[in-house]
Protein backbone atom coordinates (compact mmCIF):
# COMPACT_ATOMS: atom_id res chain seq x y z
CA UNK A 1 0.00 0.00 0.00
CA UNK A 2 1.63 3.32 -1.23
CA UNK A 3 1.83 5.95 1.65
CA UNK A 4 2.86 9.47 1.22
CA UNK A 5 4.72 11.17 4.68
CA UNK A 6 5.86 14.98 4.05
CA UNK A 7 7.43 17.17 6.33
CA UNK A 8 9.26 20.58 6.88
CA UNK A 9 9.53 23.92 8.48
CA UNK A 10 5.65 24.84 9.24
CA UNK A 11 6.57 28.20 11.24
CA UNK A 12 8.18 30.91 8.82
CA UNK A 13 8.62 34.92 8.89
CA UNK A 14 7.09 36.52 5.75
CA UNK A 15 9.53 36.79 2.82
CA UNK A 16 10.85 33.48 3.98
CA UNK A 17 11.11 30.78 1.66
CA UNK A 18 8.89 27.50 2.48
CA UNK A 19 10.33 24.48 2.19
CA UNK A 20 8.75 20.78 1.74
CA UNK A 21 9.48 17.51 1.16
CA UNK A 22 7.58 14.60 0.59
CA UNK A 23 8.43 10.56 0.52
CA UNK A 24 6.81 7.94 -1.30
CA UNK A 25 6.58 5.00 0.55
CA UNK A 26 5.60 1.31 -1.14
CA UNK A 27 5.04 1.85 -4.44
CA UNK A 28 6.21 3.20 -7.36
CA UNK A 29 7.61 6.11 -8.58
CA UNK A 30 6.80 6.07 -12.24
CA UNK A 31 3.72 6.53 -13.96
CA UNK A 32 2.37 8.85 -11.69
CA UNK A 33 2.38 12.88 -11.70
CA UNK A 34 3.65 13.91 -7.80
CA UNK A 35 1.37 16.98 -6.55
CA UNK A 36 1.30 19.77 -4.14
CA UNK A 37 -1.67 21.55 -2.81
CA UNK A 38 -3.27 23.66 -0.05
CA UNK A 39 -5.93 24.68 1.91
CA UNK A 40 -5.88 27.72 3.34
CA UNK A 41 -8.08 27.97 6.43
CA UNK A 42 -11.87 27.88 5.86
CA UNK A 43 -11.32 27.89 1.91
CA UNK A 44 -11.21 25.06 -0.44
CA UNK A 45 -8.02 23.19 -2.10
CA UNK A 46 -5.69 24.92 -4.25
CA UNK A 47 -3.67 22.88 -6.55
CA UNK A 48 -0.33 24.31 -6.57
CA UNK A 49 1.82 22.18 -8.85
CA UNK A 50 2.95 18.32 -10.23
CA UNK A 51 6.05 16.83 -11.50
CA UNK A 52 6.93 13.30 -12.86
CA UNK A 53 9.99 11.26 -12.29
CA UNK A 54 11.89 12.30 -15.19
CA UNK A 55 10.92 15.79 -13.64
CA UNK A 56 8.65 17.24 -15.73
CA UNK A 57 6.76 19.92 -13.90
CA UNK A 58 3.96 22.01 -14.27
CA UNK A 59 3.00 25.12 -12.20
CA UNK A 60 -0.10 26.94 -11.33
CA UNK A 61 0.02 30.38 -13.50
CA UNK A 62 -1.18 32.04 -10.08
CA UNK A 63 1.97 30.90 -8.00
CA UNK A 64 4.07 30.10 -10.83
CA UNK A 65 6.86 33.38 -10.37
CA UNK A 66 7.38 31.90 -6.76
CA UNK A 67 7.08 27.97 -7.11
CA UNK A 68 9.87 25.28 -7.52
CA UNK A 69 8.62 21.50 -7.01
CA UNK A 70 11.95 19.20 -7.97
CA UNK A 71 12.27 15.38 -7.61
CA UNK A 72 15.01 12.84 -6.20
CA UNK A 73 14.18 9.59 -7.57
CA UNK A 74 17.37 7.80 -5.44
CA UNK A 75 14.95 8.31 -2.76
CA UNK A 76 11.90 8.25 -3.92
CA UNK A 77 11.12 12.08 -2.60
CA UNK A 78 9.97 15.12 -4.41
CA UNK A 79 9.70 18.75 -2.95
CA UNK A 80 8.27 22.10 -2.93
CA UNK A 81 9.58 25.34 -2.65
CA UNK A 82 7.60 28.52 -2.25
CA UNK A 83 9.71 31.73 -2.14
CA UNK A 84 8.44 35.37 -0.63
CA UNK A 85 5.94 33.86 1.70
CA UNK A 86 2.96 36.51 3.15
CA UNK A 87 0.18 35.90 5.60
CA UNK A 88 -1.72 34.51 1.87
CA UNK A 89 0.36 31.88 1.82
CA UNK A 90 -0.90 30.13 4.88
CA UNK A 91 -2.59 26.91 4.81
CA UNK A 92 -2.64 23.17 5.36
CA UNK A 93 -0.06 22.21 2.35
CA UNK A 94 -0.36 18.45 1.04
CA UNK A 95 1.27 15.75 -1.03
CA UNK A 96 -0.60 13.81 -3.64
CA UNK A 97 -0.27 11.17 -6.39
CA UNK A 98 -1.74 11.84 -9.66
CA UNK A 99 -2.02 9.07 -12.54
CA UNK A 100 0.07 10.02 -15.68
CA UNK A 101 -2.74 7.48 -17.52
CA UNK A 102 -5.12 9.50 -19.23
CA UNK A 103 -8.23 7.53 -18.11
CA UNK A 104 -7.69 7.88 -13.84
CA UNK A 105 -8.74 11.64 -12.80
CA UNK A 106 -8.30 11.90 -9.38
CA UNK A 107 -5.33 11.90 -6.64
CA UNK A 108 -5.57 8.67 -4.98
CA UNK A 109 -2.87 8.87 -2.50
CA UNK A 110 -2.51 12.44 0.08
CA UNK A 111 0.06 13.05 2.61
CA UNK A 112 -0.51 13.54 6.03
CA UNK A 113 -0.66 17.50 5.50
CA UNK A 114 1.84 20.10 7.16
CA UNK A 115 0.31 23.66 8.70
CA UNK A 116 2.13 26.48 7.21
CA UNK A 117 1.83 29.32 9.16
CA UNK A 118 3.65 32.99 8.20
CA UNK A 119 3.75 35.37 11.04
CA UNK A 120 6.42 37.84 11.87
CA UNK B 1 -9.21 29.83 -13.45
CA UNK B 2 -12.69 30.03 -10.95
CA UNK B 3 -13.09 27.85 -8.56
CA UNK B 4 -16.38 24.97 -9.15
CA UNK B 5 -19.84 26.13 -7.51
CA UNK B 6 -20.82 23.67 -4.78
CA UNK B 7 -23.39 24.38 -2.17
CA UNK B 8 -21.96 25.37 0.63
CA UNK B 9 -24.31 22.76 2.73
CA UNK B 10 -26.25 20.25 3.12
CA UNK B 11 -28.38 17.57 5.27
CA UNK B 12 -29.90 14.53 5.43
CA UNK B 13 -31.16 11.72 8.04
CA UNK B 14 -29.59 8.87 8.35
CA UNK B 15 -31.22 6.48 5.81
CA UNK B 16 -31.63 9.16 3.45
CA UNK B 17 -30.12 10.35 -0.02
CA UNK B 18 -28.59 13.06 -0.95
CA UNK B 19 -27.18 14.57 -4.24
CA UNK B 20 -24.24 16.94 -4.12
CA UNK B 21 -23.79 19.30 -7.09
CA UNK B 22 -20.60 20.77 -8.67
CA UNK B 23 -21.04 23.02 -11.37
CA UNK B 24 -18.31 24.35 -14.11
CA UNK B 25 -18.63 25.59 -17.82
CA UNK B 26 -17.78 23.85 -20.75
CA UNK B 27 -13.84 24.29 -20.88
CA UNK B 28 -14.20 22.41 -17.41
CA UNK B 29 -16.79 19.95 -16.41
CA UNK B 30 -18.80 20.18 -19.77
CA UNK B 31 -15.71 19.40 -21.75
CA UNK B 32 -14.13 16.27 -20.63
CA UNK B 33 -15.08 13.19 -18.36
CA UNK B 34 -12.52 14.06 -16.08
CA UNK B 35 -14.31 14.88 -12.60
CA UNK B 36 -12.90 13.67 -9.08
CA UNK B 37 -14.67 13.73 -5.43
CA UNK B 38 -13.06 13.87 -2.25
CA UNK B 39 -14.24 13.42 1.09
CA UNK B 40 -12.26 15.60 3.68
CA UNK B 41 -12.91 14.53 7.50
CA UNK B 42 -11.42 17.60 9.44
CA UNK B 43 -7.84 17.01 11.02
CA UNK B 44 -7.29 14.06 8.03
CA UNK B 45 -6.57 14.07 4.55
CA UNK B 46 -9.03 14.27 1.89
CA UNK B 47 -9.82 11.09 0.27
CA UNK B 48 -10.56 10.22 -3.44
CA UNK B 49 -14.26 8.38 -3.34
CA UNK B 50 -15.05 8.97 -7.21
CA UNK B 51 -12.44 9.28 -10.21
CA UNK B 52 -13.53 10.06 -13.88
CA UNK B 53 -17.00 10.95 -13.16
CA UNK B 54 -18.45 7.70 -12.45
CA UNK B 55 -15.77 5.44 -10.85
CA UNK B 56 -15.24 4.59 -7.32
CA UNK B 57 -11.57 3.78 -6.23
CA UNK B 58 -11.05 0.08 -4.76
CA UNK B 59 -12.38 0.00 -1.16
CA UNK B 60 -14.92 3.06 -1.10
CA UNK B 61 -18.32 2.53 0.00
CA UNK B 62 -20.88 1.28 -3.08
CA UNK B 63 -22.69 3.93 -1.38
CA UNK B 64 -21.00 6.72 -3.56
CA UNK B 65 -22.06 7.42 -6.90
CA UNK B 66 -21.22 9.96 -9.34
CA UNK B 67 -22.68 11.69 -12.50
CA UNK B 68 -22.53 14.29 -15.29
CA UNK B 69 -25.06 16.09 -16.72
CA UNK B 70 -23.68 18.89 -19.35
CA UNK B 71 -21.73 21.74 -17.09
CA UNK B 72 -22.77 19.98 -14.32
CA UNK B 73 -21.40 16.76 -11.89
CA UNK B 74 -23.31 15.11 -9.10
CA UNK B 75 -22.37 12.92 -5.89
CA UNK B 76 -25.10 11.01 -4.83
CA UNK B 77 -24.36 9.86 -0.80
CA UNK B 78 -27.27 6.46 -0.82
CA UNK B 79 -28.22 5.35 3.21
CA UNK B 80 -26.80 8.03 4.55
CA UNK B 81 -24.58 7.68 7.95
CA UNK B 82 -22.98 9.23 10.58
CA UNK B 83 -19.81 8.60 9.17
CA UNK B 84 -20.57 10.52 6.09
CA UNK B 85 -20.65 13.94 7.95
CA UNK B 86 -17.61 15.71 6.34
CA UNK B 87 -16.63 18.13 3.99
CA UNK B 88 -16.52 17.35 -0.15
CA UNK B 89 -14.92 18.76 -3.04
CA UNK B 90 -15.34 17.99 -6.54
CA UNK B 91 -12.19 18.58 -8.86
CA UNK B 92 -12.47 18.82 -12.74
CA UNK B 93 -9.54 18.85 -15.37
CA UNK B 94 -9.40 21.79 -17.32
CA UNK B 95 -7.68 21.87 -20.58
CA UNK B 96 -5.57 24.53 -19.23
CA UNK B 97 -1.88 24.66 -17.37
CA UNK B 98 -4.25 24.04 -14.33
CA UNK B 99 -5.28 20.13 -14.61
CA UNK B 100 -7.04 20.43 -11.02
CA UNK B 101 -9.38 23.06 -10.16
CA UNK B 102 -11.33 22.53 -7.32
CA UNK B 103 -15.06 22.87 -6.22
CA UNK B 104 -15.90 25.56 -2.97
CA UNK B 105 -16.42 22.31 -1.07
CA UNK B 106 -20.01 21.34 0.20
CA UNK B 107 -20.56 20.03 3.70
CA UNK B 108 -22.84 17.46 4.86
CA UNK B 109 -24.31 17.32 8.09
CA UNK B 110 -26.30 14.33 9.31
CA UNK B 111 -29.11 15.04 11.32
Known amino acids: QVQLQQWGAGLLKPSETLSLTCAVY????????WTWLRQPPGKGLEWIGE???????NYNPSLKSRVAISVDTSKNQFSLKLSSLTAADMAMYYC??????????????WGQGTTVTVSS | QSALTQPASVSGSPGQWLTLSCTGT?????????VSWYQHHPGKAPKLIIY???NRPSGVSFRFSGSKSGNTASLTISGLQAEDEADYYC???????????FGTGTKVTVL
Open chain 2, 52 to 54: DVT
Open chain 1, 96 to 109: ARAHEQVDYYGLDV
Open chain 1, 51 to 57: INHSGST
Open chain 1, 26 to 33: GGSFSGYY
Open chain 2, 26 to 34: SIDVGGYDS
Open chain 2, 91 to 101: SSFTGTSTPYV
